[in-house]
């Protein structure tokens, strides 16, 4: 959590994990985050639909520019999403108390009521953290969810992994990316780039044929894509030479399976398999450094357990 977070929290007294901080103000609940700018958002939650009077009333923040933005969350329009232009935590109590202050005194009787499915319950309100993402629940319907997560991580880990298939599909999905592959060395580049394509299809064709998304399908990916890359290099590089044995004259009209033979033999000079070879290990050191950096966080995540805890 940011310094700016941290400090917030300290004049609100939230509750907080590695991500939100959240809490009750009067009759709202209150959600609060960074985005990817390290500009603090927060998702005010009210016991009923917003009518155009109080957004009216709220939106008057935008104006005053304490706010940058603040509209309707477009999935629950009971919540207010709220980007603040800047880190300053008084400002920003400020804003929440107001606006809080001002739902409480039109609406005094108003209860948030938990967000269990077809649950109406709005006394014995506890926020449970549902894989870190911070809601309200009664202890029932908290109760239920935990079963079902535990059903559904059960059921996960007795999934079949798919892992031959997953790899088939990965490699069906790697075989377009060749073309980029030699587009770039028709160029003349070292294709780094073509490390993320490749890993891109794989990952898109690994979850087309239906493989498990565990620790072992992250490692077929980045297995796939670094594959790829040096069977993308290397035919690459032959179709590359055969293009230019075709332009010398003794090749013009010869067919084009003796010309990929002479390609093919010309690649095994010592010559040109070193550079061949420079080629592969240049392209494999970029793409593994992108494939690792991306792996890494997939790897982090895969296989993770549900989790449900009160906050
Ligand atoms: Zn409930």
């Known amino acids: 959590m940011s310094s700016a977070l941290k400090e917030l929290n300290e004049t609100l007294g939230f509750k907080s994990n590695e991500v939100f901080l959240y809490g009750f103000l009067q009759n709202t609940f209150v959600i609060i985050h960074e985005d990817e700018d390290n500009k603090i958002c927060v998702s005010i939650k009210f016991p009923n639909e917003l009518d155009e009077s109080d957004m009216e009333r709220i939106k008057s923040w935008e104006k005053d520019g304490y706010a940058k933005k603040i509209e309707k969350d477009s999935d629950d329009t009971s919540s207010v999403e709220i980007s603040f232009k800047s880190s300053n935590k008084d400002k920003i109590k400020e804003v929440l108390e107001d606006i809080s202050g001002y739902y409480i005194g039109k609406y005094p009787e108003a209860k948030i009521t938990c967000y269990g499915k077809d649950c109406t319950e709005e006394t014995n309100i506890d926020i449970y953290e549902l894989n870190g993402v911070p809601i309200p629940l009664c202890e029932k319907c908290a109760k239920e969810l935990e079963k079902d997560l535990e059903k559904a991580n059960i059921e996960e880990e007795a999934a079949p992994g798919n892992y ?40 898109k064709g690994y979850s087309w044929a239906k493989g498990k998304f565990d620790k072992i399908g992250v490692l077929i990916v980045s297995v796939t894509s670094l594959l790829f890359v040096v069977i993308g290099t290397y035919l690459s590089t032959i179709a590359d030479i055969v293009i230019e044995v075709r332009k010398t004259d003794g090749f013009k009209d010869a067919p084009l399976s003796d010309v990929i033979q002479f390609a093919i033999a010309f690649a095994k000079l010592p010559e040109v398999k070193d550079d061949i070879q420079k080629n592969i290990y240049l392209a494999l050191f970029v793409c593994g450094i992108c494939i690792v950096v991306y792996a890494i966080q997939a790897f982090k995540s895969a296989g993770q357990k549900l989790t449900i805890k009160k906050g």
């Open 164 to 203: 031959l298939r997953g790899f088939l599909g990965a490699s069906l999905f790697s075989i377009p990316g060749i073309l980029v592959s030699f587009i770039f060395i028709m160029l003349g580049k070292i294709a780094a780039i073509s490390g993320f394509v490749y890993y891109y299809l794989a990952l």
